[in-house]
């Protein structure tokens, strides 16, 4: 009787915190923590940009392979936390809501009935040791789950890389040259896939999966991922991960 009269409402999985149910499953504060992409961002990669700029310094400078890509907010204040509490704290229980906020982005940006299947980046067997989880393949399996879309594994890591978090820009492309194999070529023949990953800097690793796939004959490419950083010619100071 009290459970009806006095219903319980859900926590949040950043802070604990008792909050009415939504589209989102975050509380408002932790929500507002969030540097969310509305506007200014770059029409191919969806990096933050300044006013009035077309395209970031990475997409003038290089081949993109993918057509587009879309980001959910900043890697800064609180999504920078809850990615860090998700991977390597691991709170798996932050899947859900990190995955609703990209579903959201997704209706925003793309039309979900334009893709066949989605995929993610993989990580290597010692990394996948190291942390328990893929948390790309945690957020593929939500997103997949809502658009009832095929989730599909489509690449594996060959070999172990260096953390793309420790290296240059010039260092993180040679560290990924080579680094994708495909799975299931069958599956991929002529197929729109979306690509799922959590963070979004100089675009390294999503550019080169997209290669790959489109070499295995893909017919298109797009890219979804949790956060982002900013232009360099916006913001030199921001630490890229």
Sequence with gaps: MCDLIYPEFPKCPVCENEFEAREVELC???IEKINFVYEDYCSKCGKVVDE?????????????????ARTVGVYDGGLKEYIKFFKYQKRRRLAKSLAQLMIIYIERFYDPREFDL??????????????????????AKEIA??????LLSL?????????QSKLSKLARRKNLKQQFKVINHQQINQQKILLVDDIYTTGATVNQASKVLLRAKAKEIKVITLATGKDLNLNKGIAEF
């Design 28 to 30: 408002e504060k932790c």
């Design 52 to 68: 009035n700029t077309e395209l970031c310094v990475d997409c003038k400078s290089y081949e993109r392979y993918f057509t587009t």
């Design 118 to 139: 989605i995929t993610y980046i993989p990580l290597h067997k010692s990394r996948m040791q190291e942390r328990g989880f893929n948390q790309a393949y945690l957020l």
């Design 145 to 150: 789950d809502y658009f009832n879309w095929p």
């Design 155 to 163: 690449l594996m890591r060959e070999q172990a890389t260096v953390k």
